[in-house]
């Protein structure tokens, strides 16, 4: 008898902590109306900033009537420039905002695959903190990508990292001559020499590039499983703040990426935000099931 009193109570508390487990947080979800059909995104709470500043334009409406102003095919879709309202058809749209910017918040693991949610900014060279435009938003289309693709921008992204470090190492004082023959080699396109030494000089700083602890950009297996399987756009990740992702809906992004554009990207006939709002637990569940009821 005594070992059946010892057992039960750590039954009931197994059985406790399962019946008692705390659910994970819910994730808010908002519906975008626009004259081509509905999209729905939920928002990260791993992004709050983000989460929070895009709900305040949603709560005041500032969304309503601004253009899907930039639209590129097997990429995304952008908008959130309050420029963009009531926009003439020659005006240069993409620069607009509410004045601030929203510091990053650059996730590991929330990726740029098919369907996200991603805050625009300016390029890092006006712009080296990342920091998110206050207002215009894009959401990935992207497209299917390969393993010899993957394994190229792989190469190319750690390679602005490693070339940042042989020109610093190049412009170490006693290292001139060495930094005369990578010129001469480059302008005169000696091509397999300039290579050979690169590589050289790759191994070089690669110590010191361990060292500072740089993060070279790099995918799991499942990462690029992601990017062969549902696509996306894996060049962006690292880059962009991504903070939520499309939920339903994702046949409209599709349409709207598809319409003919001008050269600047913009649609010749206006893609408009009719409105955003907020949806419930309950009305997305609504929302999902009417969906799920028509299609095939």
């Not at 709560?59 to 009537?65: G, M, P, Q, R």
């Not at 302008?187 to 110590?207: A, I, S």
Request: aromatic share 8%; hydrophobic share 40%.
């Amino acid at each position: 008898m005594k070992k059946y009193i010892v057992i039960l109570p750590l039954i009931l508390f197994v059985v406790s902590c399962a019946v008692f487990k705390p659910k994970a947080p819910v994730e808010q979800k908002v519906l975008i109306e626009a004259n081509q059909g509905k999209i729905v995104v939920k928002l990260y709470n791993e992004t709050p900033k983000h989460r929070e500043n895009f709900l305040k334009w949603v709560d005041t409406a500032y969304y309503d009537s601004l253009l899907f102003h930039r639209v590129i095919d097997d990429f995304m879709i952008q908008a959130g420039d309050p420029e963009s309202k009531n926009a003439e058809k020659n005006a240069r749209l993409g620069n607009g905002g509410p004045g601030y910017t929203v510091e990053a918040e650059i996730v590991s693991g929330k990726l740029h695959k098919r369907g996200a949610l991603a805050a625009a900014r300016q390029a890092d060279d006006v712009n080296p903190e990342k920091r998110s435009s206050g207002s215009q938003f894009y959401i990935v289309e992207g497209s299917l990508w390969t393993d010899s693709q993957l394994d190229l921008l792989i190469k190319r992204r750690n390679s602005y990292v490693i070339s940042d470090y042989i020109n610093r190492l190049l412009k170490e004082p006693g290292n001139e001559t060495l930094a005369a023959h990578v010129d001469s080699l480059r302008r005169n396109q000696h091509r397999d020499e300039f290579n050979e030494l690169y590589l050289q000089l790759t191994e070089q700083v690669m110590p010191q590039i361990k060292a500072d602890s740089v993060d070279m950009f790099d995918l799991s297996e499942a990462q690029r499983n992601l990017y062969k399987t549902v696509g996306g756009s894996p060049h962006l990740d690292g880059e962009y703040t991504v903070f939520g992702e499309v939920v339903l809906g994702m046949p409209v992004v599709e349409t709207i990426s598809d319409v003919k554009t001008d050269i600047r990207n913009r649609p010749l006939e206006d893609v408009l935000i009719l409105s955003m709002k907020k949806l419930s637990e309950k009305e997305f569940h609504a929302m999902e099931k009417q969906l799920n009821s028509v299609c095939p």
